[in-house]
């Protein structure tokens, strides 16, 4: 099946520090790309939907301006926690859809798991 | 009232046993349903898809009901490496939409 990888696969990090975490497709193009985000012994919420070459659609609750969304090319997406604090730590995951027409077709990468000191 | 449903668990069923999940959604306008699997601090892997008319894969058994909007998944001859969580998901929108997921079900199998 398609790959997706993430990196990194795990952060720590100090309180008001940004953390860049990258999402890439690595043999196919995806024009859409999904952040997800799961605290421990949570659903997996989705944050954002990030589309090639424009703005990221935020899902209700998620602050734009916090979580910075750039999907820069058809196998990259990235997303910036800005000044990060410690309610940030999560399991942040992506996924990115080949675009087949087939729901089925959203590849998850492996997580970054993020630790805010 | 929570968009999709599912007990947490945990399930602690013998080795050989057949165990069945369930889940509700709330969403009448869903359009796809899927189970996957996800074991402990990795991301989630498609288990499979559900369909109205219910699909098996080996072991795995779907079913779908749409007036209910209720899903379920039975495991039959259950393996230790069927120990894992199980999550409910649903895809509501047209086009390419994000995936709404249950808290999942926690599934142990004993030796």
């Known amino acids: 099946g398609a790959v997706v990888s993430q990196h990194p696969s795990w952060v720590i990090c100090k309180s008001g520090t940004s953390v860049k975490i990258e999402c890439r497709s690595l043999d196919f193009q995806a024009t859409t790309m999904f952040w997800y985000r799961q605290f421990p012994k949570q659903s997996l919420m989705l944050m954002a939907t990030s589309n090639e070459g424009s703005k990221a659609t935020y899902e209700q609750g998620v602050e734009k301006d916090k979580f910075l969304i750039n999907h820069a090319s058809l196998t990259l997406s990235t997303l910036t926690v800005t000044s990060a604090h410690p309610e940030d730590s999560s399991f942040y995951i992506c996924s990115a859809d080949s675009g087949t027409g087939y729901r089925e077709t959203q590849y998850f990468g492996p997580g970054t798991r993020l630790l805010v000191l | 009232r929570k968009e999709v449903e599912q007990d947490p668990g945990p399930f602690n069923v013998p080795e050989g046993a057949t165990v069945a999940f369930n889940c509700t959604y709330s969403?009448?306008?869903?359009?796809?349903f899927f189970w996957y699997r996800q074991d402990c601090r990795k991301e989630p892997k498609l288990l499979m898809s559900?369909?109205?008319s219910g699909n098996e894969d080996g072991r795995f058994t779907a079913q779908l009901n749409r007036a209910s909007q209720y899903i379920s998944l039975l495991i039959r001859d259950s393996k230790l490496s069927d120990s894992a969580t199980y999550l409910c998901?649903?895809?509501?929108?047209?086009?390419?939409?994000?995936?709404?997921f249950g808290k999942g079900t926690h599934l142990i199998i004993q030796p």
């Open positions: 998901v649903v895809n509501g929108g047209g086009g390419a939409d994000g995936l709404t």
């Open positions: 559900v369909y109205s």
């Open positions: 969403n009448s306008a869903s359009q796809s």
